[in-house]
């Protein structure tokens, strides 16, 4: 039973080697061309928050701390990353619908009201991301300001989400 407790550790640490040459795409990117500071006005500080709370998921330029490059931590950032850019994506904002960027924001709001954004599991490592109350304040307060910008350009029928 030893002798292969031995193979089987053998070929884990193997296993462990050949997986650290296989790396998942880099989430970096620099083109802004559908970003939402594009078509809306993000002030400095909010913008600021956005990059220290919220960009490495929902942008396409993550900033990657040192351990990313361990695998399988790095498939499991990349899944991560992934994830949250499906839900909400700034670099690619102004491509979704009128409808869906209301919706969006809305969004927005409610996961910082809820406590839900940013993920306790981000903040855990990434203690600059833990907002402050007056933080999370300027973030609901922008994506108001923003959802009530929208509403005034744009008919209320285009704004309604249609559920497919």
């Known amino acids: 039973m030893k002798k292969y407790l031995k193979y089987l550790l053998i070929a884990l640490g193997v296993a462990l080697v050949v997986i650290q040459f296989i790396h998942p795409a880099k989430n970096q990117s620099n083109n802004n061309t559908n970003s939402i500071t594009t078509r809306y006005d993000v002030p400095e500080p909010v913008l600021a ?27 499991w950032l990349a899944d991560h990353v992934n994830d949250g850019k499906k839900h909400l994506n700034f670099s ?8 869906v960027q209301n919706h969006k924001l809305e969004e927005v ?21 833990n907002l402050t ?20 350009h744009y008919p209320a029928d285009s ?3 249609k559920r497919r």
């Open 159 to 161: 704004l309604v989400l």
């Open 133 to 152: 109350p007056e933080q999370k304040n300027l973030l609901i307060n922008w994506a108001q300001t923003t959802m009530d910008s929208i509403k005034a």
């Open 109 to 129: 709001i409610e996961q910082l009201k809820e406590g839900e954004m940013p993920l306790n599991s981000y903040t855990w490592i990434h203690k600059e991301a």
């Open 92 to 99: 690619e904002f102004t491509t979704r619908k009128i409808a």
């Open 49 to 75: 928050v956005l990059k220290t709370a919220c960009f490495d998921c929902h942008s396409n330029n993550t900033v990657y701390p040192w351990y990313a490059n361990i695998q399988p931590v790095a498939w």
